[in-house]
């Protein structure tokens, strides 16, 4: 596929192009977001920005990487400006602030699976406890559990090593299990 938007961009054919990518990616850019803002209307306006932005930088494109990879980057600087943008219009320390970050946390849980944690628990705890990860392991999670990606395709949508996805998915789990105060045998 990425050989013939490619040659489609070289075409000119931007849009054919982009017509192309919108079903290919529209989940994986959402489900990138959504792991890293926590909040699946901000996420869906930043999947938005994405392809415009790809549709903007298409003629740019060389293909000396993965087409895939040049999208996910898109993707993360995206999601990272705008949770930039959050943090400064607000102190996480002010009771308002902070009462929004917690509901939009638990917006994401639905389809919950934290494996052992799950058994008994309801989703809005498991999602609480999600969110006091670190920003990493919890995008790590998210992606993994929520959005059911594969350890590869978790690597490859965050732009880590699939080493470092490993290490941050057992981190996230043994502390979700202390949050929990679930012991292991």
């Given amino acids: 596929m990425d050989d013939e938007i490619l040659q489609w961009v070289r075409e000119g054919r931007r849009d054919d192009a982009i017509a192309r990518l919108l079903p290919a990616y529209r989940e994986r850019v959402f489900a990138l977001c959504l792991s890293m803002v926590g909040n699946r209307a901000a996420a869906e306006d930043i999947a938005q920005e994405v392809f415009v932005k790809i549709w903007r930088a298409l003629p740019a494109f060389d293909g000396r990487s993965a087409l895939s ?3 996910y980057t898109i993707t993360r600087n995206a999601a990272l400006s705008a949770l930039r943008s959050r943090r400064a219009s607000g102190s996480l320390t002010e009771p308002a602030v902070l009462a929004e970050v917690e509901a939009r946390s ?23 406890w999600v969110a006091r990860l670190p920003e990493k392991q919890r995008q ?8 059911e990606c594969s350890v590869e395709e978790v690597a490859e949508m965050s732009g880590m090593p699939v080493g ?18 679930v012991t292991q045998s």
């Avoid at 058994?119 to 498991?126: L, P, V």
């Avoid at 790590?140 to 959005?147: D, M, S, W």
């Fill in 164 to 181: 470092t996805v490993k290490t941050l998915l057992h981190r996230g789990r043994e502390r979700l299990r202390e949050l929990a105060g």
């Fill in 106 to 128: 638990v917006e994401v849980s639905g389809a919950t699976d934290y494996g052992a944690i799950e058994a008994g628990t309801d989703a809005r705890r498991i999602e609480g």
């Fill in 69 to 71: 990879t040049w999208i």
């Fill in 140 to 147: 790590v999670v998210r992606l993994f559990y929520l959005r």
